[in-house]
């Protein structure tokens, strides 16, 4: 396949749009712990297998049970609270941007969207 037809034309619509839906993984929770990115790891909240069976999410400043199976994001780490929007969004005239582009989580760098095919027909 040409990858080429799959270069982000950076319009910025998959943050708006899939805000709801980003998480990090446990990968992307090693790496940042590998890559010493405390900050971003203050900004997530993980979500754990517990012995029930069921995924629940470890609230803030509670103790966590059972198995690390992937984390919310983002949160404001002195609040608490999530953010409206990513706050890792950026946007200068017509292109959008991400500010941790390097190390984004893994499911902002594998979405791919329509507006890539759009842009090379
Ligand atoms: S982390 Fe980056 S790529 Fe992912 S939603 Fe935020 S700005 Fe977009």
């Known amino acids: 396949m040409d990858m080429n037809i799959w270069e982000c034309v950076r319009c910025g619509k998959c943050c708006m749009e899939n805000w709801d839906f980003i998480f990090a993984s446990v990968e992307d929770l090693e790496r940042w712990k590998r890559e010493g ?40 780490p002195e609040t608490g609270r999530k953010y409206r929007q990513c ?16 190390t984004k ?8 969207c329509r507006e890539h095919l759009k842009a090379v027909r």
């Open 37 to 76: 990115r405390k900050d971003l790891l203050a900004m997530t909240r993980p979500i754990y297998k517990g012995e029930e069976g069921k995924p629940r999410t470890a609230g803030f400043r509670k103790q966590p049970q059972g198995r690390l199976v992937a984390a919310d994001i983002w949160f404001n």
């Open 87 to 102: 706050p890792f969004f950026e946007s200068k005239g017509k292109k959008a941007g991400c500010r941790i582009h390097k």
């Open 105 to 112: 989580p893994r499911v902002c760098r594998d979405y791919i």
